[in-house]
């Protein structure tokens, strides 16, 4: 069994590195390594060369289209996929391989832990995305629902390459939001064997700015109303949680408590995205 590892990138020196040696370093190596470059300017596309990785270019320069441009060149019978800030456990591979041979699945999710926090925003982001919107237990099971937070993520999952020819990839429609939740789910409307699989674990950065924070929580938002264009037959969604938990933490800083003011510039954002979201596609979401 042959296991590609699909990396998208753009200007991602200072953590390529980082990745690729630890995908050297595990005790399986990969088939191939495959580096899509959505153009970067800086010298990711050196150093990937210098790990040996083949790079391919990505006009689309953006998440989806990074990833179909790996999926294309790859010539594994399995494709991992992680992000270049996140660091693969040494077994990450020989638990991916193991858990295809020893069951009849199409594709994968693996365990995800955030890094140790440099910072309180990479800290504060890293426990909201991968502890508390996320689920990342340590018992195995099967997918069957459509789900957020059953759903893979593409900083750590991998699919047979036979089943992502056959739902035609990645859908350019997502970019770079929620592109990961919708082959999920396309998957398993196709009837495709999905596990999580936690004994295959990475380690995934986290934003450690305010900016990185806004920009990912406003990119959360817009995915939000992407996934309702494509999967709801409402075309009006009223997230009151939402509202409920910016009011919340609204009155949090007034008490002092820890990152009440974080979570309440995390709602803004997210809110923004999902009205920007919903302009973009045509449907109310907010």
């Avoid at 510039?265 to 995205?273: M, N, T």
Wanted: hydrophobic share 35%; aromatic share 10%; with cysteine.
């Amino acid at each position: 069994m042959r296991i590609s590892v699909v990396i998208p990138v753009y200007n991602e020196e200072k953590c390529i590195g980082r990745c690729l040696k630890a995908l050297a370093d595990g005790t399986e190596k990969p088939y191939e390594i495959i580096v899509s470059d959505g153009m970067s300017t800086d010298r990711t596309e050196q150093i990937a060369k210098k790990y040996g990785a083949i790079v391919v270019e990505n006009k689309k320069r953006h998440a989806a289209g990074g990833r179909n441009a790996g999926i294309k060149r790859a010539k594994g019978d399995i494709i991992a996929f992680i992000d270049a800030d996140c660091i693969p456990d040494k077994d990450w591979l020989k638990e991916i391989r193991k858990a295809f041979e020893e069951d009849d699945i199409d594709g994968l999710g693996t365990y995800i832990r955030p890094a140790k926090s440099d910072n309180k925003y990479e800290e504060f982001w890293g426990r909201l995305s991968l502890q508390i919107l996320m689920s990342y237990g340590d018992e195995p099971y099967y997918v069957q629902d459509k789900t957020l937070n059953t759903a893979f993520i593409t900083a750590s999952c991998a699919y047979r390459r036979s089943l992502l020819c056959r739902i035609k990839g990645f859908n350019n429609f997502f970019a770079n939001n929620a592109e990961d939740i919708d082959i999920c789910w396309r998957a398993l409307e196709q009837g495709a064997k999905l596990k999580y699989v936690p004994s295959a674990k990475i380690t995934a950065h986290s934003p450690r700015t305010l900016k990185g924070i806004c920009k990912k929580s406003f990119r959360n938002g817009i995915s939000s109303s992407k996934l309702q264009k494509v999967y709801s037959n409402n075309r009006v969604s009223i997230d009151k949680t939402l509202y409920k938990a910016l009011v919340s933490n609204i009155k949090g800083i007034f008490k002092g408590e820890t990152y009440s003011w974080l979570f309440v510039v995390e709602i803004i954002c997210h809110l923004a995205g999902k009205y920007y979201g919903s302009v973009k596609c045509g449907v109310i979401n907010i």
